[in-house]
């Protein structure tokens, strides 16, 4: 039944994230568009809109980030100014809200600053293979296949900091990385000033942080990402459609995939959202 569409009524706001400072190497940053011919992958057709109908009626192949931003009519690239010089491509949706945002902070005297934004599937799959097969280093120290010959402690370790592909809130255009990725950059000067700011006002324009610090009400899933936004209002939508439609024996396509069911990648890391990402 997965792609069958699923019917949402309700428009109502998700990447991975580490608590520790990390290499530039290690992480899921780079340009959000990808040549689809790029070690032989093969571009899939462009999906159909997500909000193509009152409601929207999100596809499987667009929840899994199965097709081509570039291609696809919801999605447009975000300027210059708001970004670090690299190309990114966001929902609409999204685009409109974060340009709200960002002028809000700036007559706050806060600067938001887009370091990463779309990435689809096969964008995920180059990133995700080269962790699994050794070729990029964990934490800028660790070869996986070599510390984790076990595919399931292997593939904990990569979701540490990286989604696997077919299971990315960055594949929706509706999540953004802010700034720096690093979780202390958020917690002293200039840093501090952008994570008040945001948590106090980001909610305003419908953007919520997915993944806080763990605790009894997230105890599961990628670690706290000071600098990752998402869009609720089209985000919440797609969570809703993973809870109902996504399964762990689903996931597929890439080096690692079996060791989906065994970590319940579904239910630990897609759905283990902070609370207000999910309302």
């Known amino acids: 039944m997965k792609h069958l569409f699923l019917s949402l009524t309700v428009i109502a706001a998700l990447g991975c994230g580490t608590g520790e400072a990390l290499p530039p190497e290690t992480m899921d940053k780079g340009p959000a568009v ?38 696809h009519p919801d999605f447009v690239k ?6 670090d010089g690299d190309p ?8 409109t809200a974060f340009e709200r945002m960002h002028a809000a902070a700036l007559a706050d005297g806060v600067r938001l600053r887009i370091v990463s934004a779309t990435r689809n599937f096969a964008r995920q799959k180059q990133i995700w293979e080269a962790k699994w097969n050794g070729q990029r280093l964990l934490e800028g120290k660790e070869k996986a296949d070599e510390v984790y010959p076990d595919p399931a402690d292997r593939a904990r370790a990569i979701l540490r900091y990286s989604s696997m592909p077919g299971t990315s809130r960055h594949h929706w255009g509706t999540d953004i990385d802010l700034n720096a990725l690093n979780n202390d950059y958020f917690r002293q000067g200039e840093g501090q000033k952008i994570y008040d700011w945001l948590t106090t006002h980001g909610g305003e ?5 997915p993944y806080t610090a763990k605790g009894p009400e997230r105890p599961n899933g990628y670690e706290e990402e000071r600098w990752h936004w998402s869009y609720r209002p089209l ?17 597929s396509g890439f080096a690692g995939a079996e060791a989906a069911p065994r970590i319940g990648v579904v239910e630990n890391y897609v759905l283990g959202v902070n609370s207000d990402c999910k309302k």
Do not use: M
């Open 235 to 251: 985000a919440t939508r797609l969570t809703d459609y993973a809870a109902n439609e996504l399964q762990d024996t689903d996931i």
């Open 205 to 209: 324009y419908g953007f919520c942080q």
């Open 34 to 71: 990808v040549d689809s011919t790029e070690q032989g992958i093969t571009a899939p057709a462009p999906a159909p809109s997500l909000s193509d109908s009152i409601g929207g009626i999100p596809t499987y192949e667009y929840l899994t980030g199965k097709f081509d931003p570039a291609a």
């Open 78 to 83: 975000v300027a210059d100014r708001y970004t």
């Open 88 to 95: 990114y491509l966001l929902h609409r949706e999204t685009y």
